[in-house]
T-cell receptor
Framework: GNSVTQMEGPVTLSEEAFLTINCTYTATGYPSLFWYVQYPGEGLQLLLK?????DKGSNKGFEATYRKETTSFHLEKGSVQVSDSAVYFCARRNSGTYKYIFGTGTRLKVLA | DAGITQSPRHKVTETGTPVTLRCHQT?????MYWYRQDPGHGLRLIHYSYGVKDTDKGEVSDGYSVSRSKTEDFLLTLESATSSQTSVYFC?????????????FGPGTRLTVL
């Protein structure tokens, strides 16, 4: 089926540490892939996206590359800040549909 | 920010009562969605709409109904609320995919069913 699996949290890092949050998807069709971020008490907002294989999405120092060979879209940031503390969701949308499938979310806590 | 509002923002109700949540947008986007967010489950799609009076079920639609009589409003109704429907509900909107492949989310409604 169409699913998204992301690593369980919480992930706790010190400020300026390197971040990786893993996300894999089932290889059904050619989905668009997304990372959304949810800050405390707010709705989700788009962080970055990629619509085809080998595309790299980037925003605010975060990056993710659409890897068809490993069906992955891992989120990375070279140096996290306390303000990056939030819940991060990986998501997919299959071409030809308007449904988005979300992962379970990964909570990131960055300590000063 | 996309113009999306949800009302009410918080609601406490009792088992067996009907509840209606409202999502209102000012963006004239075609697609509207209702999700619920629960610990360990992430976001799950309840229903979505692809136009006025055009709706379809998501993965957790049992116990919920929706209506969209105007482009700007998408209502989610719990006909007879149960404790398992205690959750945070998010509305989202998106335009035609050819314009941008992005969803915009409302601030959420926290519903507690006692």
């Amino acid at each position: 089926g169409n699913s998204v699996t992301q690593m369980e949290g919480p992930v706790t890092l010190s400020e300026e540490a390197f971040l990786t949050i893993n996300c894999t998807y089932t290889a059904t069709g050619y989905p668009s892939l997304f990372w959304y971020v949810q800050y405390p008490g707010e709705g989700l907002q788009l962080l970055l996206k990629a619509t085809k294989a080998d595309d790299k999405g980037s925003n605010k120092g975060f990056e993710a590359t659409y890897r068809k060979e490993t069906t992955s879209f891992h989120l990375e940031k070279g140096s996290v800040q306390v303000s990056d503390s939030a819940v991060y969701f990986c998501a997919r949308r299959n071409s030809g549909t308007y449904k988005y499938i979300f992962g379970t979310g990964t909570r990131l806590k960055v300590l000063a | 920010d996309a113009g999306i509002t949800q009302s009410p923002r918080h609601k406490v109700t009792e088992t067996g009562t009907p509840v209606t949540l409202r999502c209102h947008q000012t963006e004239n986007h075609r697609y509207m969605y209702w999700y619920r967010q629960d610990p360990g489950h992430g976001l799950r799609l309840i229903h979505y709409s692809y136009g006025v009076k055009d709706t379809d079920k998501g993965e957790v639609s049992d116990g919920y109904s929706v209506s969209r009589s105007k482009t700007e409003d998408f209502l989610l109704t719990l006909e007879s609320a149960t404790s398992s429907q205690t959750s945070v509900y998010f509305c989202a909107i998106s335009p035609e995919v050819v314009m941008t492949d992005t969803q915009y989310f409302g601030p959420g409604t926290r519903l507690t069913v006692l």
